[in-house]
């Protein structure tokens, strides 16, 4: 099992980022993916989830009408786009089958919004 998470940077209060996930290893398209994410001095948390199919997702209080998740079942690549950013979504940005049913995780991809 690989994931591969990119698109991560610096950007200003307010600013958007996409962060993309490319998955390996398993069957992609019969896993519940999510995004999850650890700031410093913090517990990894999860942030959203999107069902196999793509049609349903769900959200963290924290981030819901400002992140959406979506799955590309063809590429086996899932993707986050985040908008109007806040200095708390500052965090290591990490993907992975909602059930954690691998044990491995990515190197993940740091998402710094500050001004």
């Known amino acids: 099992v690989q994931l591969v998470e990119s698109g991560g940077g610096l950007v200003q209060p307010g600013g958007s980022l996409r962060l993309s996930c490319a998955a390996s290893?398993?069957?992609?398209?019969?896993?519940?993916m999510s995004w999850y994410r650890q700031a410093p001095g913090k517990e990894r948390e999860l942030v959203a989830t999107i069902f196999r199919t793509g049609g349903i997702a769900r959200y963290a209080d924290s981030v819901r009408g400002r992140f959406t998740i979506s799955r590309d079942n063809a590429k086996n690549t899932i993707y986050l786009q985040m908008n109007s950013l806040k200095p708390e979504d500052t965090a290591v940005y990490y993907c992975?089958?909602?059930?954690?049913?691998?044990?491995?995780w990515g190197q993940g991809t740091q998402v710094t919004v500050s001004s």
């Open positions: 992975n089958t909602y059930g954690l049913n691998f044990g491995s």
């Open positions: 290893g398993f069957p992609f398209s019969s896993y519940e």
